[in-house]
């Protein structure tokens, strides 16, 4: 092993080991890497940053801005729409989710597609009395397989089209023989069997199995005659309790009218009613420091209330322009590792944060100083015109039951036709995928489906930076004979292996790693060595390629292979070990399906 090959691979094994840790950001481990190739001097330095400028990087950055003009458009929302109609038959939803949702994956992003139908899977679950795991991994695990059957529907397709050997990459369709066999093949698996293989969390008790029982300790208080608080606004009487347990403020009522989620800046008046939640404790200890009076109701914790006065609580906190909803923090919510008092979510954007839930568990410390991580449930109440734009500017996405943004049936038409003309042009051959959905992006931009700011938003760009850092690196173990070596010693291991047996050794090889890393980083990896494989053994390098991409993008055996899977986690209420249980006969059955129909079609 030369000095150049073993640079290379020390640097590969401390940059797994950084993906595997999990302490950095991906991105800026990737960044590492290539300052460590850099250095060392394994690439000319024209060629250090020329992933910023590669095709793939550019295809998955346009791909991500026509999925967000799709979604602005109405067009996922069209088809979501379907989904209410299926009934309560548990094989008849989970058929349906995971076909609509696999469907939505070929064309744009997954994790977009996913973020679309989890309030529906919630809602539906939830109308038909059962808890959300029976569907929402089976529906992150179909976004997953969906992904698989296009050029554009995962970056790992996308970047293994890059390192076809011959005139010209893969087609837009070309995944499709083998992306469809095993999609169908896992969905008629998940439909029949795997659903009776997710956790269940919670009991078959309709709506009081929401996390948050919303009126469990609701209480009026009263603005006394002679408060010191009479002519001081919302915020000073907060303030002045800020060392006291939580009580959140859901609503004024002044002169018998109710004013929903009231502004900091209200000014109280004498005999204002306040509508809060809190705890006994907490209720008790505000009292005591403000000189506020309990108000004509007694406090909804009495075990005596029925469930009928609940649910008309909970609708009047619903009423109106102002809505109460469950939403999740994502990985990339600039929400994660801040508090609410930090990032004054009430005055900035009009957010009261009423509850938070983690590990299937509501959070009993105090709300504003609460340390937000991904995966997190928020219960949140804010005003409805707004809601749903200010959860996604801080990377939530709501989990409750939504009004689908249907659009205009112009928008709607304007924007499927950007992109099947599009979806033509490369067909057709007459421009290249990158070109092609350039312009489409393009195109979205100035017929105002999404705004510049919106379009420059819909790209991920810690995945664009990973990319971008990651091509070089690989390229660096393919120059130095890095790749070549590897093929080499697995040839030795596995001398005289059947065509079958080595596809499916590169495929299971790739996709336990993806287990663990980045599925882009995955595929960029193990692309330059499947390719000294084939060479040594002869075999067709769209083969193993093909195997590498299907590995790559089926990474069903852990919460952190996928972004998707990571999703999912906290509103289903999995744990760590839970996604084996149905991620490992998936995967063994992808394995059976894929392997011979490579062969078939690649072989």
């Known amino acids: 092993m030369s000095t150049d090959q073993g640079i290379v691979f020390a640097v590969l094994a401390a940059t797994l080991a950084l993906f595997v840790w999990n302490r950095l950001r991906f991105d800026v481990v990737a960044m590492l890497a290539l300052l460590a190739i850099a250095i060392a001097g394994l690439l000319p330095t024209e060629d250090l940053f020329a992933g910023f400028g590669h095709p793939a990087v550019i295809t998955v950055a346009a791909v991500l801005v026509v999925s967000q003009g799709l979604v602005n458009g109405g067009v996922v929302d069209n088809i979501a729409q379907l989904l209410g109609k299926v009934g309560h038959r548990p094989t008849l939803q989970i058929l349906t989710l995971t076909g609509v949702v696999a469907l939505c994956s070929g064309f744009i992003n997954n994790v977009g597609a996913l973020a679309l139908l989890m309030p529906v ?47 010209s990459s893969f087609g837009l369709f070309d995944f499709a023989p083998v992306g469809a066999a095993i999609t169908i093949a896992g969905i008629a698996f998940i439909t029949l069997v795997g659903w009776r293989l997710t956790p269940k969390r919670g009991s078959d008790s309709g709506e009081d199995d929401k996390l948050f029982s919303v009126g469990d300790y609701l209480t009026e208080l009263k603005v006394p005659e002679g408060s010191s608080y009479a002519g001081a606004t919302l915020h000073n009487l907060l303030s002045d309790s800020s060392e006291d347990k939580d009580v959140v403020v859901l609503a004024l009522i002044r002169d018998d009218k109710r004013h929903l989620a009231p502004s900091t800046f209200q000014v109280l008046k004498e005999n204002d009613l306040l509508l809060v939640e809190s705890d006994t404790e907490s209720l008790q200890t505000f009292l005591d420091k403000t000189g506020l009076e309990l108000g004509s109701q007694e406090e909804a914790a009495d075990t005596d209330e029925d469930e009928k006065s609940r649910k008309n609580r909970k609708k009047e906190l619903n009423e109106g322009e102002v809505q109460l909803t469950e939403a999740v923090i994502t990985p990339d919510s600039s929400l994660v590792g801040q508090t609410a008092n930090r990032l004054n979510l009430r005055e900035r954007h009009g957010l009261n944060i009423v509850a938070v839930a983690r590990q299937g568990q509501r959070l009993k410390r105090r709300l504003g100083d609460i340390h937000f991580n991904a995966g997190d449930i928020l219960l949140v109440q804010g005003f409805e015109d707004s809601l749903t734009s200010t959860l996604s500017s801080l990377g939530c996405l709501p989990l409750a039951e939504r009004g689908l943004r249907l659009g205009s049936p112009r928008k709607t038409l304007l924007a499927a036709g950007i992109f099947l003309v599009s979806i033509l042009a490369i067909v057709s051959g007459w421009l290249s995928a990158p070109v092609a959905l350039v312009a489409a992006a393009v195109a979205m931009v100035l017929s105002k489906l999404i705004d510049a700011p919106g379009a420059y938003k819909a790209i991920d760009w810690s995945v664009i930076v990973l990319l971008a850092a990651m091509i070089p690196v690989g390229q660096a173990l393919e120059t130095t004979g890095g790749a070549e070596l590897i093929a080499g010693q697995m040839l030795a291991v596995g001398g005289g292996l059947a065509p079958a047996a080595v596809l499916a050794m590169v495929l299971v090889g790739t996709m336990l790693l993806s287990n663990v890393v980045n599925n882009a980083a995955a595929a960029i990896l193990v692309a330059p060595i499947a390719l000294s494989l084939s060479a040594e053994l002869g075999m067709a390098s769209d083969a193993v390629l093909m195997a590498v991409a299907v590995g790559a993008s089926c990474a069903f055996l852990t919460p952190i292979g996928h972004q998707s899977n990571a999703l999912v986690m906290e509103p289903g209420g999995y744990q760590f070990g839970d996604y084996w249980k149905l991620g490992l006969p998936l995967s063994i059955l992808v394995t059976i399906v894929a392997v011979p129909m490579i062969l078939l079609v690649w072989g």
């Open 121 to 167: 899977a919630v809602w539906m679950s939830r109308e038909a009395g059962r808890s959300p795991s029976l569907l929402l991994m089976p529906l992150a695990f179909g976004s997953l397989l969906g992904g698989t059957m296009t050029l554009i529907g995962t970056p790992p397709n996308i970047i293994i089209a890059s390192y076809r050997e011959g005139a």
